[in-house]
């Protein structure tokens, strides 16, 4: 469908070349018709599908960083960090 219409605007380009006496104009609609014809040719027809929404749904569990608890504030911290961004003070 959309290569169809890019297929028109060539044509249409084509006509208006052919129609045109100016040269500004001859110039433009020349432009457009080979800008458009080949955007008809190399334009990809069918558009990939679009990714199913489950995609990411069974995402392995393991991946969730390891976390430890301040022994000050005895909020969850992660497991690299030696100084509780919270309280600041050793864990
Ligand atoms: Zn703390």
Known sequence: MLRLTFFLASLL???NLYLADDIVLQFLS???SVFSLG???IWPEPLP?????NL???APE???REMKTCSNC???VDQKWSMCPYCSKRV
């Open 30 to 32: 020349g432009t457009l």
């Open 62 to 64: 393991k991946k969730e």
């Open 56 to 58: 990411w749904s069974d």
């Open 13 to 15: 380009g084509g006509v």
């Open 74 to 76: 005895g909020k969850a």
């Open 49 to 53: 599908p679009p990714p199913s929404p």
């Open 39 to 41: 955007i008809s040719i």
